[in-house]
């Protein structure tokens, strides 16, 4: 299962991460956000130990929302060594982002 990643929680799980990481940032209201989640939770559990990846309730969490200017969602943030490195908006398959969290792996 994905981590719950909060205002409270978020510069120790991902900007001290020393993996790469992966934040969906999603709503409960989100039709394309169910579409997604799911496949965060595969993906969390398939790099489980070689990635980070998260969740973030933008209804409860609007401050890491404000700092990487997310407006629409799903949002899915890439981040590695502290900084973002990639973005993607709106509901894609799988394969997009694995491809995406494996180029943060250097695989």
Do not use: H
Not at 2 to 20: C, G, H, Q, R, Y
Not at 50 to 69: E, Y
Not at 71 to 82: A, C, D, E, Q, Y
């Amino acid at each position: 299962m994905s981590l719950e990643i909060t205002d409270a929680n978020f510069e120790e799980l991902v900007m001290k991460a020393d993996k790469p990481v992966l934040l969906d940032f999603w709503a409960e209201w989100c039709g394309p956000c169910r579409m997604v989640g799911p496949i965060v939770n595969e993906l969390s559990k398939q790099y489980e130990g070689k990635a980070v990846i998260g969740k973030v309730d933008v209804d409860s969490n609007p401050n890491i929302s404000l700092q990487f200017g997310v407006r629409n969602i799903p949002t899915l943030l890439f981040f590695k060594g502290g900084k973002m490195v990639d973005k993607q908006v709106g509901a894609v398959p799988k394969s997009v982002l694995e491809g995406k969290l494996k180029a943060q792996m250097g695989a």
